[in-house]
């Protein structure tokens, strides 16, 4: 696999001619939606399968797949714009399998009014879906939004494990520590608070629990430690897992990066596998800054490999991007988010070149547009391709159980691109279309 950012002069075609690959395989590939008119800077994923087919007159996928000795799906996996698709045609190119060696588990996190289509074409890479859609309450309660019951049947038939998201965040990242501390400082709503997940995870048919640990710190720990033991002691007597995903606050200070020294040797013999991610909403209210930082992350997982099997650790990383005013005025700016797609498209409009942090391994642009007689200035930070790249050989590098995707509400075709031609996907059951 390649990554290549688009230089001045660029075309589609000469990017093809270059890279010996079909100009037709690059744009479904990797989504690229206006072929004719490439961002400078902008990333394309190359690929070069193990083994391709090329679709002759009268063949249908099933017996392609049958000739070739894999499912309907692992051929959906490998072409995935065939979800979109009635036929295929004579002469294209079809991507049987690529040369993996590592098996990872993937996990991304969504919310039960994620699109159809954009959802279908997401799942076959998928080993867990965390579905953000119940928020504790006082006393342990919980309460859902969205009636999820077709979401978590349609994740299983594509070989998925549903996985109920448990969080004291709201749907703005509002956070209500008050009521956390109330739950960690008392037995009974920590028994409430298991009572309450049994009670959904029996009713709706999910597989597992995944609760978010939002202000873990070092004065902390024991009492979420306490919690841990009661939630894990409970659920795992009924035969569920109990996954958690923590933010590691981390914290630039006279540019030393700062983040808390839990200790999680014993959270270790609790948990079946821990997300190491921070959510991103909406809104930033920070200054400009990457939005991942791989670094940062690399320091991090040394440090809980210490304490942690790293079967049991999960890198989670933000699908996209922010747009922040200049210059930046701490307590009145604020940053919106921004799709990856929508991140080019606005580079393309206003004729900026992308640009490239090789620390932190994430892109960036500035653009300016006139308002009210004035110009202002902005600055979009993102992901891309080699972002998510350095991610994934962190996983590998370290042992690393795989990642967590936060979250799959937009679909990004490079993302699954990059998975999928580096490792095999693990699947805990079985998928349709066998």
């Known amino acids: 696999m390649i990554i290549y950012v688009v230089q001045v002069g660029d075309t589609i075609t000469s990017i093809a001619n270059e890279f010996g690959v079909s100009e037709t395989r690059l744009i479904l590939e990797n989504g690229i939606s206006n072929p004719t008119d490439l961002v400078i800077g902008q990333t394309i994923v190359i690929t070069y399968p193990q083994e391709t087919y090329i679709v002759k007159e009268g063949d249908n996928l099933s017996e392609i797949a049958l000739d070739h000795g894999i499912s309907m799906m692992q051929l959906y996996r490998n072409n995935p714009y065939l979800w979109e698709r009635e036929y295929i045609f004579p002469g294209e190119e079809l991507i049987i399998s690529y040369d993996t060696k590592e098996t990872i588990t993937t996990n991304a996190y969504a919310f039960p009014f994620i699109d159809k289509n954009i959802l279908k074409k997401s799942l076959p890479y998928l080993t867990y879906l965390s579905i953000l859609n119940y928020k504790t309450l006082r006393k342990g309660e919980i309460e859902s939004f969205y009636d999820d019951s077709d979401l978590i049947e349609t994740v299983k038939q594509f070989g998925v494990m549903p996985l109920m998201l448990v969080t004291s965040v709201t749907f703005r990242g509002e956070r209500n520590p008050e009521m956390i501390y109330e739950i960690l400082l008392n037995p009974d709503y920590q028994d409430n608070h298991a ?149 080019i498209d606005l580079a393309r409009s206003m004729k900026s070149t992308i640009l490239f942090d090789e620390v932190s391994k994430t892109p960036y642009y500035e653009y300016a547009i006139e308002a009210s007689g004035r110009i202002i200035q902005h600055i979009v930070w993102f992901v891309d391709a080699r972002t998510i790249y350095a991610i994934v050989n962190l996983v590998l590098e370290n042992g690393l159980s795989g990642t967590g995707l936060w979250n799959i509400m937009s679909y990004y075709p490079q993302l699954w691109l990059i998975i999928n031609s580096n490792c095999k996907i693990k699947k805990l059951l079985s998928e349709v279309n066998q």
């Open 195 to 343: 009572e309450s997940m049994l009670k959904i995870l029996k009713e709706k048919g999910y597989y597992g629990v995944n609760i978010t640990f939002t202000f873990l710190n070092e004065t902390n720990q024991e009492l979420y430690l306490n919690y841990l033991e009661r939630i894990t002691s409970r659920l795992n007597k009924e035969g569920y897992p109990v996954f958690i995903t923590i933010d590691p606050n981390f914290l630039i200070e006279e540019n030393q990066l700062l983040f808390e020294k839990v200790n999680y040797s014993k959270y270790n013999e609790l948990i079946d596998e821990t997300y190491l991610m921070r959510f991103y909403w909406g809104t930033q209210y920070g200054p400009p800054m990457p939005i991942s930082s791989i670094e940062n992350i690399s320091l991090y997982v040394n440090y809980t490999k210490q304490m942690m099997d790293p079967k049991k650790i999960n890198v989670g990383f933000p699908l996209l991007g922010y747009d922040w005013t200049l210059p930046y005025i701490e307590g009145f700016s604020e940053a919106n988010a921004i799709t990856l797609d929508a991140v």
